[in-house]
């Protein structure tokens, strides 16, 4: 293994909600996915054919919002060995490796929540209720402003000794 330098997943995933926004990697922004996923049949399996069990996660795995994405990548092959091992790692005698790669195909598909945030993806609020709402503020009313450093010190009066 190498030691030392940067690793392409090194580091703390980005965070859509960071207070500092300034940083040269913001500027490609996030891919906003529809809460009610792809709509329509999935892609034709690209693999030689398919087990009953790949086919039936073939199709679940298509209706997912992070699909709108590989599909305008032209994932559908990186998909399909997903489902090809996640289908193989399921088996209890899976070995480790399998497992461990099903894991990473999860991340870089974006179907883990590391996957999302590194993907730079989110998906849409849905219906009521399913996700928090933010605190809504009126629209000509000024965010408020957090206090800083200076706000929070305060002067404390000397006293000399007393003797």
């Known amino acids: 293994m190498p030691r030392g330098g940067a690793r392409v997943v090194s580091g703390p995933a980005p965070d859509p909600l960071a207070l500092r926004r300034n940083r040269p990697s913001d500027k490609a922004g996030w891919t906003l996915l529809p809460y009610e996923g792809r709509p329509g ?6 693999l030689t054919e398919a087990t009953d069990r790949e086919w039936h996660l073939w199709c679940q795995l298509w209706e997912r919002p992070q699909a709108v994405m590989w599909e305008e990548l032209g994932q559908e092959f990186e998909a399909a060995l997903f489902v090809r091992c996640l289908a193989e790692a399921e088996q209890p005698d899976a070995k480790v490796d399998v497992r461990k790669l099903a894991r990473q195909y999860l991340d ?4 883990s929540v590391q996957g999302m945030l590194r993907n730079r993806w989110k998906i849409s609020p849905g219906e009521p209720g399913t996700v928090p709402a933010l605190e809504e503020t009126e629209p000509n009313e000024p965010a408020p402003r ?3 450093a200076r706000d929070r010190m305060t002067v404390v009066p000397f006293r000399g000794r007393e003797s």
């Open 108 to 111: 870089s598909l974006g179907l």
């Open 146 to 148: 957090r206090p800083s």
């Open 41 to 46: 049949e999935p892609p034709e399996w690209p």
